[in-house]
C-alpha cells in the first residue's frame, strides 16, 4: 500500500518563482495536513483539510501561500512568490479520521532552497 | 511558554543501553499522546499512541503518560544503532479538530 506520496523531493529555484508543491494523500484518508519544518522552528502546521474542504489555515505566513485540494486523491501547496525565508522541508501528512486523533502518516517531504 | 516541551538533545548513548525520551506539556485537554520517530532526510512516522494515562508497551519500546504531573515519556530498552533518530512526542485534545501539537524532538544517537 502505497503511503503519502509528494513530489518534487527537492526544490530549488530563485527568489520571486512561483513554486507548487505535490501530494497524494493515502486512498480513503479524508484529512490531509500541510506543514513546514525547520531547524529553528521545529514542525509548523500550515493548513489542514478535511473532507477536500480548508478547516485551518491559520498556519499559513502570508498571502503568498495557498493550498488547494480539488480531489480527495490531491493537494497543492504554492508559493507566489518565493524568498528565501521560505526554504524549508515542506511535508504534507494524511489522516483516516477528522483530525486524526494526532495520528498521521507522513510523506517524505519536499525540500525547498530559495535562493 | 510553549504548549510541549522537549529537550532538543542530542542525547548520546551506547548499543544496549536504555534509553529515555521526555515532554511535559502545559494543556491539561490533552488526552491523546503520540511519539513519531523522524530518520534523517525522512518524514515523521507514528511509533506510538495512548490515549490518557498509563503505559503501553510495543518491542522494545514504552510509552508512558503521567497527566497529574504532565509528563509523557518514552523508552526504548536494547537501544540500537538504527534507533538513532530524532523522536518527536505530539499530543492532541478529545474533540475539536484533534490536531496535534508537536514538540520540537529528541535527536538520538546510539552508538556502537
Known amino acids: 500500500d502505497a503511503g503519502v506520496i509528494q513530489s518534487p523531493r527537492h526544490e530549488v529555484t530563485e527568489m520571486g518563482q512561483e513554486v507548487t508543491l505535490r501530494c497524494k494523500p493515502i486512498s480513503g484518508h479524508n484529512s490531509l495536513f500541510w506543514y513546514r519544518q525547520t531547524m529553528m522552528r521545529g514542525l509548523e502546521l500550515l493548513i489542514y483539510?478535511?473532507?477536500?474542504?480548508?478547516?485551518?489555515d491559520s498556519g499559513m505566513p502570508e498571502d503568498r501561500f495557498s493550498a488547494k485540494m480539488p480531489n480527495a486523491s490531491f493537494s497543492t501547496l504554492k508559493i507566489q512568490p518565493s524568498e528565501p525565508r521560505d526554504s524549508a522541508v515542506y511535508f504534507c501528512?494524511?489522516?483516516?479520521?477528522?483530525?486524526?486523533?494526532?495520528?498521521?502518516?507522513f510523506g517524505p517531504g519536499t525540500r525547498l532552497l530559495v535562493l | 511558554q510553549k504548549e510541549v516541551e522537549q529537550d532538543p538533545g542530542p542525547l548520546s548513548v551506547p548499543e544496549g543501553a536504555i534509553v529515555s525520551l521526555n515532554c511535559t506539556y502545559s494543556n491539561s485537554a490533552f488526552q491523546y499522546f503520540m511519539w513519531y520517530r523522524q530518520y534523517s532526510r525522512k518524514g515523521p512516522e507514528l511509533l506510538m499512541y495512548t490515549y490518557s494515562s498509563g503505559n503501553k508497551e510495543d518491542g522494545r519500546f514504552t510509552a508512558q503518560v503521567d497527566k497529574s504531573s504532565k509528563y509523557i515519556s518514552l523508552f526504548i530498552r536494547d537501544s540500537q544503532p538504527s534507533d538513532s533518530a530524532t523522536y518527536l512526542c505530539a499530543m492532541s485534545e478529545t474533540g475539536g479538530s484533534y490536531i496535534p501539537t508537536f514538540g520540537r524532538g529528541t535527536s538520538l544517537i546510539v552508538h556502537p
Open positions: 501528512a494524511s489522516s483516516p479520521t477528522s483530525g486524526g486523533r494526532g495520528t498521521q502518516y
Open positions: 483539510f478535511n473532507n477536500n474542504v480548508p478547516i485551518d
